[in-house]
Every structure is written in structure tokens, then in C-alpha cells.
């Protein structure tokens, strides 16, 4: 069970959340092809091949190698889009894609770690503009997400800033906690993918959710708890005690924009930067 709520004289905490299949149900990136379709991004074949990358991910059969070719894919898929009409396409399509396949038990325990007094912090491969909103609608308080290169034109050159996956969430995770004071031996995190094992480390109570065989076999030699979520309902027909604003807000417009699949996450650099 969760602290009720944190000791204010410790140093801070945060709960870190892999997105797809641990709080929603399905991939926050191929959710979206067919509205790219609908707004002329992409042709048919695409929308065909990303529904059978949703379903080989859903089947839990995406491996490493897998998730490379797919990320290239995409990165290639969305060159030239213009920037203001994914964005678009995101704000308007957001709720009535996301919100029906986010988790109950996932909504559940965000409330609870805000309760606790810890942050809630989205950690995902998924593509930032399509995670930035995605975090806003569950109420997150920070996420870390990937970003692709934006040209002098407003539409992307096809080129990764920065992939967040593997090891790569792990160091986000120790640069975040270095950065806002969390006791990362008192934090927690949660996903679906033995691919997250890094993150999942790197912190002292990891989670494991829905499980890929890989990871219920990691988590069962290190006896990590592992949740099942399997409950997708809408925020506002849940029946519990009133949820947070935060998570029946409708996410900002302009922070709303979809990658083609992968989120790129920089702003790890920006404190280097400013400094």
C-alpha cells in the first residue's frame, strides 16, 4: 500500500509512469493514424501498417529490434509535416481517443500519489507532443517525453533530438531527481516493458504493469510487485470521490502535437543550457 501522505521534512518524491499499456491501453502514438489520415498526413497503406504495429504491440510481441525499426519508420513517416496541423489534429481528436482507454487502476493510484503529496511525473518513448497533453489530461506534473527536429518551415525534418527509451528513461529519471531534490530511494515507478528496467531500477519501490513476459520474469527474481490494470474507463464516468481538475481538464491547445509516434525528450539539457 502507498504512504498516505509524504513526511515534508524528507526530501521530495515522485511516481514515474511509463504511458502506453501501463496507463492507457493502447499506443498514445498509432491511437492517432487514422485522424492523420482523416487530415491528409498519411495515405492508407501507412494507416494499415501502423494498425498492425498497434497490433504486434498490443500482443506484446514488440521487441527491441522491433521498436527500432518502428521508431525509424515513423521518424521517416512524419518528415515534412507541418507542425500547427499535428497539433491541430491532436487537440481535437485528444479526448475522444485517450480519455476512453486510459486505465482505471492507473487514474486511481495518480490520485493517490498526489494525495501522498508526491509528484507525478509521465516517462514515454511515445512522442512529446502527443504525451505533453496526454500528461495535462491525467494531471501530471511533469513529463518526459522525446522531440523531433522542428525545420525553419514549422514541419519536421525527420530527425530524433533525443529518444526516450531504455536506458535513456533511466537517465532522465536521475537528472530529474538531481534537479527537483527527489529522494529516488523513496520514489516510485511503474511500466509494462522489460525495456524499462532501467527506470524501474533506478528507483526504490518499481512497479511492474501488465507485464511483457520478460519483465513479469525480472520482477518475479527481484520481487517487484506486479499490478494488473484491465479496466479502461472514462475520467468523468468514474465513480469514485471527485477526481482532481486537473484530471477532467481539457489539455491546453497549444501544447497539443503529435510526432508520428515517437516523443523526444530535451528538455533534459535546458538547466546545462541555462547555466
Given at each position: ?96 481517443l485517450i480519455d476512453p482507454i486510459i486505465y482505471d487502476e492507473a487514474a486511481s493510484l495518480i490520485e493517490e500519489h498526489h494525495t501522498a503529496g508526491r509528484d507525478v511525473v509521465i516517462v514515454s518513448t511515445s512522442g512529446a507532443e502527443v504525451v505533453e497533453p496526454i500528461g495535462e489530461l491525467l494531471g501530471a506534473d511533469r513529463v518526459v517525453a522525446t522531440r523531433m527536429v522542428v525545420g525553419d518551415d514549422g514541419c519536421f525534418t525527420g530527425e530524433v533530438e533525443y529518444y ?112
Amino acid at each position: 500500500m502507498l504512504d498516505l501522505v509524504e513526511n515534508h521534512s524528507l526530501p521530495r518524491t515522485a511516481a514515474f509512469f511509463d504511458l502506453d499499456k501501463t496507463v492507457i491501453a493502447k499506443s498514445s502514438t498509432l491511437t492517432f493514424s487514422k485522424s492523420f489520415y482523416q487530415g491528409g498526413l498519411i495515405n492508407r497503406r501507412a494507416v494499415l501498417r501502423t494498425a498492425y504495429a498497434q497490433f504486434v504491440f498490443l500482443a506484446g510481441g514488440a521487441d527491441h529490434d522491433q521498436m527500432e525499426r518502428m521508431r525509424s519508420y515513423l521518424s521517416s513517416l512524419c518528415r515534412g509535416w507541418n507542425v500547427e496541423q499535428v497539433k491541430e489534429i491532436v487537440a481535437e481528436t485528444l479526448h475522444d481517443l485517450i480519455d476512453p482507454i486510459i486505465y482505471d487502476e492507473a487514474a486511481s493510484l495518480i490520485e493517490e500519489h498526489h494525495t501522498a503529496g508526491r509528484d507525478v511525473v509521465i516517462v514515454s518513448t511515445s512522442g512529446a507532443e502527443v504525451v505533453e497533453p496526454i500528461g495535462e489530461l491525467l494531471g501530471a506534473d511533469r513529463v518526459v517525453a522525446t522531440r523531433m527536429v522542428v525545420g525553419d518551415d514549422g514541419c519536421f525534418t525527420g530527425e530524433v533530438e533525443y529518444y526516450a527509451y531504455g536506458p535513456t528513461k533511466a537517465e532522465a529519471v536521475r537528472e530529474l531527481a538531481e534537479s527537483e531534490g527527489y529522494d529516488l530511494e523513496r520514489c516510485f515507478a511503474y511500466s509494462d516493458s522489460a525495456t524499462d528496467v532501467p527506470m524501474l531500477e533506478s528507483v526504490g519501490r518499481p512497479h511492474a504493469v501488465n507485464p511483457d513476459r520478460a519483465l513479469r520474469r525480472e520482477a518475479l527474481a527481484r520481487d517487484w510487485p506486479i499490478l494488473d490494470f484491465h479496466r479502461p474507463v472514462r475520467l468523468k464516468q468514474r465513480l469514485h470521490a471527485p477526481p482532481r481538475p486537473a484530471l477532467v481538464a481539457a489539455a491546453a491547445v497549444g501544447a497539443a502535437a503529435a510526432t508520428a509516434g515517437i516523443v523526444w525528450f530535451a528538455s533534459r539539457r535546458r538547466a546545462a543550457t541555462a547555466g
